[in-house]
T-cell receptor, first 114, second 113 residues
Framework: NAGVTQTPKFQVLKTGQSMTLQCAQDMNHEYMSWYRQDPGMGLRLIHY???????DQGEVPNGYNVSRSTTEDFPLRLLSAAPSQTSVYFC?????????????FGPGTRLLVL | GNSVTQMEGPVTLSEEAFLTINCTYTATGYPSLFWYVQYPGEGLQLLLKATKADDKGSNKGFEATYRKETTSFHLEKGSVQVSDSAVYFC????????????FGQGTTLQVKP
């Protein structure tokens, strides 16, 4: 199993540009999430999904869109990039087994918005 | 609301020293608690977890005990190695809140030979 994969690893955007961060998992996990990591702030939840066709907002959803058309993929879209979205983005997947859930993280995408 | 607070870093220790990284949480009910580790340039890996009060999670010589009375989940290791240098994150998840972890701000550990 490849686990959770993310592409690209690094991206530079200009303000106002759009892009999609890709996330895929091959573990057949029901749940997928996107976090952003900023210095001194830990990881904050952007959006999450509890299954194909179902998404919901996390703590910091503004400026980001998601969709979940398949179990495997959970892309994160930046419609109009802003310097405040400069961050490291992590995708995670998980499943719930008898009330216990552990999230598995991808390697991250480092995004710089100029 | 729910939150996690970790001790400020960075923490600098000599090899074979004892490590404690404090973590306290605010939450209603009985959340699950986790420690994740992030090595330089990598994503987060689960280090250990505990799902109910008084549970002790352990892995790779690290331990943490879920203390509901003090709302704490401190990470400890008896003898650190240079290879333990990383950022450590404490996190919580409410039962039923699938896919949603709440993280502390992270604590950087540097171990010197």
């Amino acid at each position: 199993n490849a686990g959770v994969t993310q592409t690209p690893k690094f991206q530079v955007l200009k303000t106002g540009q759009s892009m999609t961060l890709q996330c895929a998992q091959d573990m057949n996990h029901e749940y997928m999430s996107w976090y952003r990591q900023d210095p001194g702030m830990g990881l904050r939840l952007i959006h999450y999904s509890v299954g194909a066709g179902i998404t919901d907002q996390g703590e910091v959803p503004n400026g980001y869109n998601v969709s979940r058309s398949t179990t495997e993929d959970f892309p994160l879209r930046l419609l109009s990039a802003a310097p405040s979205q400069t961050s490291v983005y992590f995708c995670a997947s998980s499943y719930d087994l008898a009330g216990e859930e552990t999230q598995y993280f991808g390697p991250g995408t480092r995004l710089l918005v100029l | 609301g729910n939150s996690v607070t970790q001790m400020e870093g960075p923490v600098t220790l000599s090899e074979e020293a004892f490590l404690t990284i404090n973590c306290t949480y605010t939450a209603t009910g009985y959340p699950s608690l986790f420690w994740y580790v992030q090595y330089p340039g990598e994503g987060l890996q689960l280090l250990l977890k505990a799902t109910k009060a008084d549970d002790k999670g352990s892995n790779k010589g690290f331990e943490a005990t879920y203390r509901k009375e003090t709302t704490s989940f401190h990470l400890e290791k008896g003898s650190v190695q240079v290879s333990d240098s990383a950022v450590y994150f404490c996190a919580l998840k409410h039962s039923g809140n699938t896919g949603k972890l709440i993280f502390g701000q992270g604590t950087t550990l540097q171990v010197k030979p």
